[in-house]
Nanobody
């Protein structure tokens, strides 16, 4: 049984930081590309970042490049998303998912976590 569980969301002021965690159970996280996605109220789900399973290279949406950093800790079977310089438009439910290759397209990913809420507001 494959399972992903997100944590680390919360309420922060603009310019603040959060680190999200995506913990895997039932499979080795390093065997898959892991993506972070977000969905704001009234908007479609969009890809934020992805880390590749083999090389560990990363990919970011233009909207978060330079502010967000994705990383992987294989010993903990966990992927992280460090979010800095947060903006109100970053407010969304953030979910992680596993896939065969690293894209920012939700349809390319299979197992999904249930998400964690990130709210950026003053």
């Amino acid at each position: 049984q494959l399972q992903l569980v997100e944590s680390g969301g919360g309420l922060v002021q603009p310019g603040g930081s959060l680190r999200l965690s995506c913990a895997a159970s039932g499979f080795t996280l390093g065997d898959y590309a892991i993506g972070w996605f977000r969905q704001a109220p009234g908007k479609e789900r969009e890809g934020v970042s992805c880390i590749r399973r083999s090389t560990g290279s990363t990919k970011y949406a233009d909207s978060v490049k330079g502010r967000f950093t994705i990383s992987r800790d294989n010993a903990k079977n966990t992927v992280y998303l460090q979010m800095n310089s947060l903006k109100p438009e970053d407010t969304a439910i953030y979910a992680c998912a596993s896939g065969a290759w690293c894209t920012l397209a939700p349809a390319d990913f299979g197992s999904w976590g249930q998400g964690t809420q990130v709210t950026v507001s003053s």
